[in-house]
């Protein structure tokens, strides 16, 4: 019901006023009487009635009221209000928390998030440490029966409430809210472990930068190798009757110039708690700028971070299919895939193999760290993440059975070159990706560059 208020007035002050002063003009000074609105007809004034109340010039003139027609013609101006739909308001959240710019945009980031050190730096060592095939045996078991529900779960969790890692646990049950700080300390443990694995990798993106066109680790004539290092080239020795052209001798205890570089040049591990060794003030010096990186990269927040993620997670393929098709051609490689794929049952029943195996799937998934529901926390409320989790969680496997038979095909190549067995050619330990793709980059052409871009491929990943 709308009230035309200026064409009702209009009409019935011109329309009243006219007929009220026909033949006396000074009738217009009179008091009207007010409209009854119970009276029959609301729109008109009963003349007898007004007639029998003569003016009264010693009264203030009295203003005409009059009353609004009331009418169901329709308004020029109408105001609409719909109920709020689920859509609408799930949109408007979206847009005021901020989202992936596309539906690609989560994938790659869920696959940058799990794709990364977890798979090129610490699947290699613990499947080495474990027995090669007994491990992947196991790994494939976990990944079914709970790396993939839980990666679902924190995904949708995160979508469906539109919350972090942090405050997750506690919006379903507000009686477990500590667990979101829980994880957040874990986390932080966990970051302070990782940068120091950035700041490995820096010390040898660096010195490879600084010693171009040659690499540090490929001879055994530097001041920090020992007697027991071993590499076949020949050496010279200056003497009164000139130059004399020897061979080093290998033994048991020889190791390679890669191994030498990591203990020695990297690590300075000393021969005991009795010597303490000096500060690495290289490594201190990586390790800031691992600190002052990771802050560069994430400052500017998702939309800057979701651009980033493209690269960080296409680039390592690239690497690695490269050194991939390199080490499987190397003399030796076999026995190190052979290795790689065989298992050994005696390992089966060992609970640390099965330890080793299930929690390498929460570190490559990134399980429980609070990530999975952030990043899912950006999806649109309707996205079908079944579909991104799945994929996400193939592609990480994926991943790292490719870095693992780069790492194997290296191992067996080098057990080759010093004529061991491949269990017994370097101790399994976090150290052993940066001792077999040094040693791969130096069968190549351009070892340099190579050595550039696999450490900067680490530093991303």
Partial sequence: MVLDVQDQAQSLVTGKIKKYTEGDPTRLRSRPEVVDRNEPDRHELDRHELDR?????SEEEAPIQFKAKETLEPADIKLRIDPPTADTTVEDDDAERGTFGNKLDFLFSCISVSVGLGNVWRFPYLCYKNGGGTFLLIYFIAMFACGIPVFFQEVAAGQYLGTG????????????????????????????YYCIIIAWTLFYLINTIINIPELPWRTCDNPWNTDNCYDGLPKTNSSAEGLEVFHSVRSNTSKSPVEEYWDQKVLGITSGMDDLGGMQWGLVGTLCLGWITVYLIIWKGLHSSGKIVWFTALFPYFVMITLLFRAVTLEGAGAGLMLYITPDWSKLWSLACWIDSATQIFFAYSIGT???PALGSYNKFSHNCVKDTVITCLVNTATCLLAGTVTFSILGHMAFNQGVDVKEVVNSGPGLVFITYPEVVLKLPGGSIWAIIFFFMLVVS
């Fill in 53 to 57: 109340h003569e003016p009264d010039d």
């Fill in 165 to 192: 890692g942090l405050t997750m646990v506690g919006q379903l049950v507000p009686i477990l809210q500590g667990v979101g700080y829980a994880t957040m300390t874990i986390v932080f443990w966990l970051d302070i």
């Fill in 370 to 372: 609070g990530a999975l």
